[in-house]
């Protein structure tokens, strides 16, 4: 019997603070099982007894009278953290056993472990008094299902009844169904890659202010949904062992992430993926910010599984290098948000490296659901890596990628500074006196498509100077949002100083500069009586001393 709280006894009750282990703790805890054994405890929650102070507020009222429950009951709102925190401190110190309210888990690496830790959890249960419910347990198993999960020692896949469930849900009529279904299909997200671009046209009816309208791509969407929680989805266990990789991606919607685990004979299997959609304001980021986005997205997520541990962090923009990769601090040339995003990250040990769709070795995985479990002699598929760099700034530049490269190679400084770099001796700029100008940009300096960047810039060469001022210049912006602009998309020493120069030599911008307007001359009005006012001339030179030795008359 279920009792109704909610009007009286809940609304009058501290919430425990006690938090319910969520499923990637309690499976990041279960690695190394490879035999399972599940317990369900007879009546949870009636298990514990109340005190006597309990007794009198756990009070219901029937047509027979009032009752006043002796035990925990359900209906109360701190309940859930109340049983969770005795489970905790019953199983506390039992190695392979953890507990989800009333459902307890014991795995072990064999047959011995397996033995030991069920024998430790049934004595500590028994001591607490509390009783098991053999008809729902499942002993000594190779697989088990556990919170909607299947679990093996290959690792854990989604309840194949439960995705059967979603399979064959009918189309959402109403709001009230999609929010249902897309329910159910989230708790699954940690399997699909990139979810957030599968739902992306059901996301657009949740939206406020939109009218109901079921369409095509809706009903493409919920299919495509349902044939990929219907393939064969398997994540590996997480080991703390294994090398750790977490790659991460950005589309002009959303952001996806994948941890994944390096095993010894090279191949890389997944532990987990996320995604999300971008919000209005985040769609509006530039390219380096959505791609740097997507890696604090990827941190976050993971953290419980990477804080502490050394990992390796991927990304496809290079650029990202010298801004989060820099072993000399937070660059300060770096936006706002970038140098809050890097000294976030800064709490974390990790070496970023930038990888290519081609040169991915095991590659896309962010784009293409999840890689094979089995080593295959083929590439395995890890994530999807897109090219940005000096490709993402020329459509915002009058000149072109190829214009720069060549002008580039033609410069007698950069063609230097490119072949260092090339060479990956960037930090031998400053061998070179005639480089004065660059020796604080070596560790930002990077290629792409043949043409230097400093950070998210094009380091321009000089023959282009004049000509990108010029274009920066059209509409006469004024002096700092021409900087701002410039400083968006090039960069070259004393930049700023060219800009000023252009804005004050030009007479159009002279014309309309505001002026300040000049105060008219106008005398003290007449004092009415003495001391109405006093003006007073004061230096900062000392006066010399008196004959007596004061530095006053």
């Known amino acids: ?145 556990y919170l909607g999960f299947i679990l093996s020692k290959e690792g854990r896949r989604p309840d194949g009844a439960k995705i059967e469930a979603i399979a064959k849900m009918p189309e959402p009529k109403d709001l009230h169904q999609l929010r249902s279904f897309l329910g159910m299909v989230t708790y699954y997200q940690v399997f699909v890659k990139n979810l957030h671009e599968l739902r992306k046209p059901l996301d657009q009816l949740l939206k406020k202010d939109v009218d109901w309208t079921w369409t095509e791509k809706q009903q493409e969407a919920v299919t495509k949904i349902k044939s990929v929680l219907l393939s064969d989805l398997l994540l590996t266990h997480y080991d703390p062992q294994l090398p750790i990789v977490v790659a991460a991606d950005a589309s002009p919607t959303g952001i996806g992430c994948v941890l994944l685990h390096q095993f010894p004979d090279g191949s890389t299997k997944a532990v987990e993926h996320a995604s999300r959609s971008l919000t209005s304001a985040e769609r509006n980021y530039s390219q380096i910010e959505k791609e740097a986005l997507g890696l604090t997205f990827a941190v976050k997520k993971f953290h419980q599984m990477i804080f502490g541990r050394r990992f390796t962090l991927l990304t496809d923009h290079k650029p990202l290098l010298a801004v989060f990769g820099s072993k000399k601090g937070v660059p300060p040339h770096r936006a706002g948000r970038l140098q809050r995003w890097a000294i976030l990250l800064q709490a974390y040990d990790f070496e970023i490296q930038y990888r290519n769709t081609l040169e991915f070795g095991q590659a896309d995985a962010l784009s293409r659901l999840i890689a094979p479990q089995e080593a295959s002699k083929e590439d395995v598929v890890i994530a999807t890596i897109q090219d940005y760099g000096v490709n993402s700034i020329a459509p915002q530049m009058p000149i072109n990628a190829e214009d720069v490269r060549r002008r580039t190679d033609e410069d007698p400084e950069l063609s230097k500074i490119k072949k260092l770099v090339q060479e990956g001796r960037p930090g031998c700029i400053k061998n070179d006196p ?6 604080g940009l070596s560790q930002y300096l990077s290629l792409d498509k043949g043409c230097l960047m400093f950070g998210d810039r094009v380091l321009l060469p000089r023959s282009l100077h004049g000509f990108m001022l010029h274009q920066l210049h059209q509409g006469h912006p004024g002096m700092n949002r021409m900087k701002r602009l410039a400083r968006s998309l090039v960069y070259w020493p004393k930049m700023h100083d060219d800009i000023d120069n252009m804005v004050r030599n030009c007479e159009a911008c002279a014309k309309s500069a505001k002026k300040p307007a000049k105060n008219q001359l106008s005398s003290w009005p007449k004092p009415l009586k003495p001391w109405s006012r006093l003006h ?7 006066a010399p001393l008196t004959r007596s030795g004061f530095s006053s008359p």
């Open 1 to 145: 019997m279920c009792a109704d709280f909610s009007t009286g006894l809940n609304d009058q009750l501290v919430a425990d603070q006690h938090p319910l282990p969520t499923p990637a703790a309690i499976f990041a805890s279960l690695s190394e099982g490879r035999i399972f054994t599940q317990i369900d405890l007879s009546d949870a929650y009636l298990q514990i007894p109340l005190s006597e102070d309990a007794m009198k507020l756990a009070v219901i009222n029937t047509h027979r009278g009032l009752y006043a429950y002796q035990r925990l009951p359900f209906g109360i709102k701190t309940a859930p953290g109340l049983f969770q925190r005795i489970m905790d401190e019953t199983l506390a110190g039992i190695q392979g056993a953890t507990a989800y309210l009333d459902d307890i888990i014991i795995i072990g690496r064999n047959e011995a472990d397996h033995r030991k830790n069920l024998y430790d959890v049934l004595q500590r249960l028994e001591e607490a008094g509390f009783r098991i419910r053999l008809d729902k347990c499942s002993f000594g198993k190779k697989q088990i299902k």
């Open 434 to 439: 005639s480089l004065g100008c660059y020796y």
């Open 536 to 542: 007073i001339d004061t230096s900062t030179t000392p």
